[in-house]
């Protein structure tokens, strides 16, 4: 693990540590301002392009870890879940090669166990910039969910395979 992704990743549980030790301060005590039946946490594998005429390096295959919050109070329509997603990637090149990640994402179901999602954020490292993606996501049960999903970045683009377990 290169330091650099060492320190995103201390960042990131920095961030997490700290927003879970100040809600009792912050909420009242009866109702926690986070509900942790709404996080999930998930993983995935990705093939990674790079949208740069001059660079030599080959499509890579990265990876991911990734938490997610539902927010069961901003649904757009009936039928439309939103939630914020927050994640590290290493996008598997030579370089060294790795960003966090925030997205606002919307999902739906489409048909049965069949869904569909989109994502719009911003991406911040190696390939620092906006980011939108869209795919489909298979619930394969109550708490797992599997998903497909094309992201396109400033500088770059990735095919995904992720899972995602809901707590």
């Known amino acids: 693990m290169t ?29 926690p301002l986070l509900n942790k039946d709404l996080f999930s946490i998930g993983v995935g594998l990705s093939s990674n392009s790079i949208n740069d005429d001059d660079n030599d390096e ?7 870890f990734f938490v997610a919050y539902d927010l069961i109070e901003v649904n757009l329509m009936e ?3 939103s939630a914020i997603e927050l994640g ?16 606002y ?14 994502r719009a954020g911003l991406d911040i490292g190696d ?10 996501s298979y ?10 999903e094309y992201v396109a970045r400033d500088e770059g683009d990735s095919l995904q395979f992720n899972y995602l377990y809901h707590l």
């Open 3 to 31: 330091a650099k992704m060492r320190r995103y990743l201390l960042a990131l549980s920095f961030a997490f540590l700290c927003g879970g030790s100040m809600t009792p301060a912050i909420s009242d005590e009866s109702q």
């Open 58 to 64: 080959d499509d890579e295959v990265g990876f991911q």
């Open 79 to 81: 039928g439309v879940n």
């Open 88 to 103: 590290l990637m290493d996008y598997g090149f030579k370089r060294d090669s790795t960003g966090v990640w925030g997205t």
């Open 105 to 118: 994402t919307v999902d739906g179901i489409i048909s049965g166990d069949l869904g569909w999602l989109a």
């Open 127 to 136: 390939d620092s910039g906006l980011m939108v993606g869209a795919g489909l």
């Open 139 to 148: 619930i394969s049960n109550e708490r797992t969910e599997l998903r497909f």
